[in-house]
């Protein structure tokens, strides 16, 4: 039955924003993580969605999932602080290509998506519900 | 005179079923409203009804011999598409607040067919009953 299907679609939105938000978490929490190479810095991650096309849902109901989570390739800042205990042997430390801007839009954007599939959900069960007291 | 009980619920009946696919429709449009390359679908509530009441389904091939394969089950009314009215880079064509509003107001629809549903039944019982 098609309602039903609307817990799957809102369900799988729901899904795939609490990955984004748990990707700007970590982000924003790895904003200032110093250290002494390229390669051990921490990149900016951001998840890639795609439309959930599947059989089961049917022809109309199109849920979302994550299907990767790509680091970002922005170059990272150098910063020359010879006295840092993570310095290199030239004095520079590398910090993460994180944002802080970008991380609150996507932080707000994806709060907002979430609420907005919660309500989707919420729509829906008093759609079912009545719908279950037909003729009584 | 014949009483059908088929006939009793009216185009409520069809208007119900419209409605809650046309719920699924948009919340996947309401779901999809960050994914890149997702077009915005909806339904022509005019043509479906025209398609109701004529007892056609869109797009059906006609089955001319019993050995025809018939078509999937869950074939449903015609999608068609929109133009956004802020495009995005991404290719995404969802107005997230026209598909919020669109959702509110069929789910509004929907309860309304619900209640004329629950008038018709209660008037047939009334009838039953002989009160």
């Known amino acids: 039955m098609s309602l039903f299907n609307v817990f799957k679609v809102a369900g799988s939105g729901m899904n795939a924003q609490t990955v984004r938000l748990n990707t700007t978490a970590s982000n924003i929490a790895n904003a200032d993580t110093v250290s002494s190479s390229v390669n051990e810095t921490y990149r900016a991650r951001h998840p890639v969605f795609a439309t959930l096309l599947s059989e089961e849902m049917g022809d109309a109901a199109h849920g979302v999932q994550v299907v990767n989570i790509v680091k970002d390739q922005a170059p990272l800042r150098q910063e020359y602080r010879p006295g840092h205990p993570q310095a290199d042997a030239n004095g520079y430390v590398y910090l993460p290509n994180v944002s802080i801007a970008e991380e609150m839009a996507n932080m707000i954007s994806a709060s907002r998506s979430y609420e907005t599939n919660a309500e989707v959900v919420s729509t829906a069960k008093q759609m079912l519900m009545r719908t279950l007291q037909l003729g009584q | ?131």
């Open chain 2, 1 to 131: 005179m014949p009483i059908s009980l088929d006939d009793a619920f009216g185009i409520h009946e069809q208007a119900v079923k419209f409605r809650a696919q046309r719920t699924e429709l948009l919340a996947a449009n309401i779901a999809n409203a960050d994914t890149p390359g997702y077009k915005a679908r909806d339904f022509d509530f005019a043509q479906a009804l025209q398609q109701a009441m004529q007892g056609q389904r869109p797009g059906e091939l006609a089955r001319t011999d019993a050995r025809h394969i018939a078509p999937a089950a869950h074939y449903s009314y015609e999608q068609l598409y929109h133009t956004p009215l802020q495009p995005s880079v991404d290719g995404n064509t969802v107005d997230i607040h026209i598909e919020k509003a669109k959702f509110s107001e069929n789910a509004m629809q929907y309860m309304t067919s619900l209640q004329f549903l629950n008038s018709k039944i209660s008037g047939l019982r009334k009838a039953i009953r002989g009160e």
